[in-house]
Structure formats: C-alpha cells, structure tokens
C-alpha cells in the first residue's frame, strides 16, 4: 500500500474557498502515487483558530465534504480528508442554544462515497477552546479498506492509549491519525505516535499541519511508524507530501511472531471485588 500524506500550512491571509480548492488539486495530483492520502485536523479553519468553529462549521454534505469526495473520486483513491468544524443536524445535541459542534473527520473511497465519518472523542483544551466549544464524540470508527482495516483517531486522541486498544479490538492494523498538534509539543507528537504503533503492534500514519494557526506555530513532521516502532518517514516542518510504501500484512506478521497482545489480562475481564 502507498499512503501520501498532505502537510499543508494554513495561511490566514488565504480564504476557506481558496484552501480547499487548492487541497482538492494536491489530493488529484496523487493518482497513481498514492492508495490511501491523509489531510491534517481542521485545515480549513486551523484547528486553534477557534472564533472560525462556528462560522465554518459544516454540515457532513457540506462544501468540503462535497470537494473532498469529488478529489477522491478524481484521483481514484482512499481519502481521509481530515476533519472540519461539523454543525450538528437539528434535533441532535445542544451547546449555548445552538446545535452543538463537532471535530468531525470524513473518510471517502475511490468512488467518492462517505465511506466514515469520526466525531472526536478528546478535546483539548481543557476549560477553553475545542474543549468547551465542541461536544465530544463517542463511537469508535474502523473502514476497511482492500488489505487492511483502518482505525481512525484525530490528535489530542493520541494521548489516550485506551481508544487506541479499541481500536484494535475493532480489527484495526492501520492507525491513521490526522492532527493539528503544536510545535512546542513536537517531542510527544513523535513519541506518542511510535508508542501507539509499537503497544498495538499496528501501523500508525499521523498527518499534522505547518505554519501558525491563531498564532500557534504548528510541529509538522508528519510521521509513518511501523508495527515494531521503526520509523519509516518523517516529514520536516514545513508544507510537504510525505508518501511511503509499506505492507499492511506486517501489522498480522508481527502479533503473530510476538504475540503480546495475546498476553493482555488487563480489560478484558471485570475486576475483582
């Protein structure tokens, strides 16, 4: 399987319409280059820019998700589009009166079908920002795809190794994890993701963003990590198309040549009383 995946820099002088426009071309450039593509978290707003949630948010037929579906099918490939600031629909959950928010990514197929959609379920934040202006998600979601089935994460997620152990209770080989994360943080982003591959046994693909959102220099150094912790490409910190080649089948290969997973004891049973 090839992945490619999109780095891109959200430049705030740069409108929505013009963004997704031009992410749309970079996802067509990837036919025949790529199987899978990856966008990072909220790349059409920043996904610390958080006085655009509201204003950008979509619904999950919105024009993002009509761009993106349109691209996949263009390029012939498998698209997790990244997420976008989702409104929910009418009658769903409420937040300050308003139908709530969601960190909602869209994965499409080659045919350009929603094939999943992912509601984050950890919000950052704390007591401000995504944490209190968006409601949490709370199902897990796998796609499969021809050779492996995918588990999906968004990233403040990736510090909670227990959504990722679903995950694979779910049959996930392949981690995909689109994200936003901060510069400053930038020795976690790599940690964690290797640590997530390395626990699950799992390949993990973890797209960030460049540049500055709302003033928060973005880590980039997008990263593909394979079952044994062996990093096989990492981006820099700039715009860049990070794209490797590698086999699923080595997720399979590797929990049956050491088979820890097999050893779990905890959460799998009730605990004693």
Request: glycine fraction near 10%; proline fraction near 5%.
């Amino acid at each position: 399987m090839r992945a490619s995946l999109i780095q891109i820099a959200v430049d705030e002088d740069e409108s929505v319409e013009s963004r997704r426009s031009r992410v749309a071309e970079l996802v067509r450039e990837q036919a025949g280059v790529a199987d899978l593509v990856v966008l990072p978290e909220l790349w059409t707003t920043g996904a610390f820019a958080y006085e655009e949630f509201g204003s950008q948010a979509e619904s999950l037929d919105g024009p993002t998700a009509e761009a993106m579906a349109k691209a996949a099918s263009d390029a012939g490939v498998w698209l997790h589009a990244g997420s976008i600031p989702e409104r929910a629909p009418s009658g769903g959950a409420v937040i300050g009166g308003e139908s709530a928010l969601y960190n909602t990514s869209l994965v499409f197929s080659p045919a350009g079908e929603l094939a999943a959609s992912y509601r984050k379920i950890h919000r950052f934040g704390f007591d401000k920002g995504e944490a209190v202006l968006m409601a949490a998600g709370e199902d897990l979601v796998t796609v499969r795809l021809p050779g492996t089935t995918v588990g999906v994460a968004t990233c403040y997620d990736l510090r909670f190794p227990e959504l990722f152990r679903g995950l694979v209770d779910a049959g996930a080989e392949t981690l995909v994890v689109s994200a936003g994360w901060p510069e400053r943080r930038r020795a976690h982003w790599t940690l964690l993701a290797q640590a997530r591959a390395v626990e699950n046994q799992a390949f993990v693909l973890a797209c960030g963003t460049a540049g500055t959102h709302a003033g928060v220099l973005q880590a980039g150094h997008s990263i593909v990590v394979d079952p044994w912790g062996e990093v096989l490409a990492e981006a820099g910190s700039g715009e860049e198309i990070l794209t490797v080649e590698f086999d699923p089948a080595k997720a399979a290969e590797t929990r049956e040549q050491f088979p820890a997973l097999k050893d779990r004891v905890l959460g799998l049973r009730p605990p004693r009383r």
